[in-house]
């Protein structure tokens, strides 16, 4: 195993499920500057599997949803 496959390997994962149309999941990178790398839409019922990874260090969540972590679960804030 490769260090990155490793690296993702032991990374954290986290569900996010959409409670309406439209919710925005942004990817933001690792370094010296935070950059937005990659977003998606999700509708309402939708579920995505997110990781953090060696250039995802946060993750932004625009619109209700629910996400569920090792930690525990959150909802947004209408």
């Known amino acids: ?3 990155v ?3 993702c390997t ?13 919710v925005t ?6 370094g010296k500057d935070t ?3 990659h977003s998606e839409k999700l509708d309402k ?11 995802t260090s946060a993750i932004k969540i625009r619109g209700r ?4 972590s090792r930690h525990g679960q959150v909802n947004t804030i209408d």
């Open 45 to 55: 019922g939708e579920v995505m599997i997110a990781q953090f990874t060696e250039h």
């Open 25 to 30: 999941i942004i990817g933001l990178t690792r």
């Open 35 to 37: 950059k937005f790398h």
């Open 1 to 3: 195993m490769t260090v």
């Open 10 to 22: 032991n990374s954290e994962y986290v569900v996010i499920k959409a409670l309406e149309n439209g």
């Open 65 to 68: 949803a629910q996400i569920f």
């Open 5 to 7: 496959e490793e690296a």
